[in-house]
């Protein structure tokens, strides 16, 4: 029995997402074309950097175990982050790495671009303090 194509009922999933994901921003504040923008400048520094949306006002940003400072471009890094402060309503911007391959020359790298290391006891609780190294820009 064929089954009727126009009978099926659609879900609207934007609304359940917001209500079960607590870090899903309410409004048009992180709308489609942001998510679009910002997966475009993260993908000029790195195809291998990953961001997340944590806690509503923080974009915490993962690099990758053996990821090498100098293969980023200075320009598409700072391009992001001019992005974010401009377009997102984040107010902090958390990069974190694996604390086993951070080395002094990661860190001067990004305190030379605003960065900061951020203490264990502040790091958001979805971010383990034991495996990840985190480094914080304030907007």
Known sequence: MARNISSVETVN???WASSVIPDAPNGDLFNNE????LESFVNEVSSDWCCHLVEGNMLA??????QRTWDLSKGAFVSLLEFCE???PVKRILLCLNKISVDETV??????LGFS????????SCIDP?????????M
């Open 34 to 37: 942001h998510i679009r923008s």
């Open 107 to 112: 860190i001067s790298c990004f305190k030379y």
């Open 130 to 138: 034991q495996g990840v190294f985190a480094m914080v820009y304030n």
């Open 13 to 15: 999933v934007g609304t």
């Open 117 to 124: 290391p951020l203490h264990p006891h502040s790091y958001p």
């Open 86 to 88: 401009d377009s997102l």
């Open 61 to 66: 940003i993962f690099l990758p175990f053996d």
